[in-house]
């Protein structure tokens, strides 16, 4: 019997014995491929002059015009600043606040209260992107509650959302705030297993609740940490430019316009297609350039790696 005989019969094994899952997984399969392997024939527009008359096939080639116009244009290290500027602020909080917090939910003995705190901490992930920049106009806008309180006490209002410096801050402070909870799931899930007759040996020892922290608990989690770190740095470049836009006025611009509002300007606003195709393209293979290069760092320095 040839290799192709044998795994085609270990193929219509596998599909007898799970049919009903493999057909469970088709809408999924459906989904992506509708909505992400199909449009990308759409790269194409990077390296073409998109006119409408003739269509994506049809539209002349023009190399890697974009790109240069990109390059050379004269936003673009500013905009690159602040979406790095922006993303690894993010990236940082949200492993660190998380893991941070899941460590102090760990030793939370009374079982009641440590589910009323997840609670209370999962449910802001439930807001919308539109209803968090609203609470934001209101607690820290230039009328806000913040700043009403501020000119009662006779203080200075502070521009939260209006001053440039203050926007990363803002930004990364309420993201993590609002994903704080999910975020901590699989940290405490982790730790949760991590078992107790370590500790008590430990404390047997006389080690501290710190050095029982540094040298069990966040051992145990080490991998789970760098996974969530690879898997973030994948979109390290992508920041979510529904937020940045919402948040966006000509007051905080300079230090708000990120590369997917960028892209929003030019492909949806001004309708150049084939530069802001170019653009997202080099988002793109930025992120995937992270993502390997952080998994063979992970694979080198912690021995562990997705593939």
């Known amino acids: 019997m040839s290799r192709k005989e044998v795994f085609l019969k270990k193929c219509r094994k596998q ?9 469970m997984s088709l809408p999924v399969m459906a989904y992506y491929i509708c909505f992400s392997y199909i449009p990308m024939a759409g790269v194409q527009l990077a390296f073409k002059e998109f006119r409408i008359k003739d269509g994506i096939w049809g539209s002349p080639w023009v190399g890697f015009e974009h790109f ?6 004269y936003n673009f290290k500013q905009l690159l600043a602040n979406t790095l500027t922006i993303s690894i602020y993010t990236l940082i909080l949200g492993i660190v606040m998380p893991v941070i917090f899941a460590l102090m939910l760990n030793y939370v003995r009374k079982e009641r209260m440590k589910k009323t705190i997840q609670m209370l901490t999962y449910l802001p992930y439930f807001i919308s992107t539109v209803v968090m920049v609203g609470m934001l106009e209101i607690f820290l806008g230039d009328r806000g509650m913040v700043n009403s309180v501020l ?17 990363a801050d803002v930004y990364a402070w309420s993201g993590t705030w609002q994903g704080l909870g999910f975020s901590s799931v699989m940290f405490v899930s982790a730790l949760a297993g991590v078992d107790y007759e370590l500790h008590e040996a430990a404390i047997v020892d006389g080690a501290s609740k710190w050095r029982r922290i540094w040298h069990i608990d966040l051992v145990a989690i080490r991998s789970l940490i ?19 836009l919402l948040m966006q006025n000509p007051l905080n611009m300079a230090a708000s316009d990120v590369i997917s509002t960028y892209v929003y300007r030019l492909g949806v606003l001004q309708q150049d297609y084939g530069y802001s195709t ?24 912690c021995n562990y790696s997705l593939w």
């Open 15 to 23: 599909w007898k014995k799970n049919w009903l899952l493999y057909l």
């Open 68 to 73: 240069e116009r990109f390059f050379s244009s």
């Open 151 to 167: 000119g009662k006490l006779g203080a200075e209002p502070i521009g939260f959302l209006t001053t440039p410096s203050m926007f």
């Open 226 to 244: 760098m996974l969530v770190l690879i898997l973030n740095l994948g979109s390290v470049i992508n920041v979510g430019y529904e937020k940045v």
């Open 278 to 301: 170019a653009v997202g393209l080099f988002n793109s293979l930025i992120s995937v350039a992270l993502i390997l290069a952080s998994n063979t760092i992970a694979k080198k320095t």
